[in-house]
């Protein structure tokens, strides 16, 4: 019986690609769940999985670095929310890349690599890897997903007003509401467009899509208006170089 590890940062979203393949794939065994990069390698010594679903951006250890650490150990499928992340690189053919939000039918393609790759040797990831960094300088982020009761809601980027950071988490604000992730805001502006969302603020990072106009107050400080929202953003001292050009 062929066995797999599942690591994906979302419990939710681990959960429906379990599901998934226990539906496309009844003979796999999935050995382990985890949600982030120091537990998956702590799942590959303990069970020693033949197959191995990686979230390229999870807490501790990217999915990338638990690969190039796995080595031959295993065949990798990444699970990626970016949209131009490595196709060219996956599909050269030892690899392979799943993007989210799930699509079964794109999953049960993945199945079908996989059970053709089970009869030869895991590829080299040293290799593969290499090439893959050629392609991350253009990835941005599409989306964020956020938990709404038992479902999961997808928040694509160009919906999205402004971030705030909010005590342990961060806001995600759109035109019509507002939802909390806890994905830190300095590890969301390493994989978000600079030139689409700026930092104006310690704890606020805006759409520049989503402005209306800049202005400054009676005490000097700049401030933004959005186009979909009523609320005024202060931009931080530090940011006000920003608009100089406005």
Known sequence: MTTALIAEDEPVLAAEFCDELARL????????????????????EAWHPEVMFL???????????????AGTRAHVVFITAFDHYAVQAFDAGAVDYLLKPLQPERLAESVRRLKE?????????????????????QDHLRYVTVLSGREIRFITVDEICYFRADSKYVAVVTAEDEALISKPLKDLMACLDRDQFWQIH?????NFRAIKS?????????????????????????????????
């Open 25 to 44: 794939w009844p003979e796999l065994s999935i050995c382990a769940v985890v949600h982030d990069g120091a537990a998956a390698l702590r799942a590959l």
């Open 55 to 69: 979230d390229v951006q999870m807490p501790g250890k990217s999915g990338l670095e638990v690969a190039r650490m």
């Open 117 to 137: 790759r089970l009869v030869r040797p895991p590829a080299d990831m040293g290799q593969l890897l290499a090439r893959l960094a050629l392609h991350r300088p």
């Open 202 to 206: 310690r704890s606020l990072v805006v």
């Open 214 to 246: 800049v202005q400054r107050s009676l005490s000097g400080h700049l401030e933004l208006r959005l186009r979909e929202r009523d609320e005024v953003l202060r931009v931080g001292p530090s940011y006000a170089h920003l608009f100089r050009h406005m």
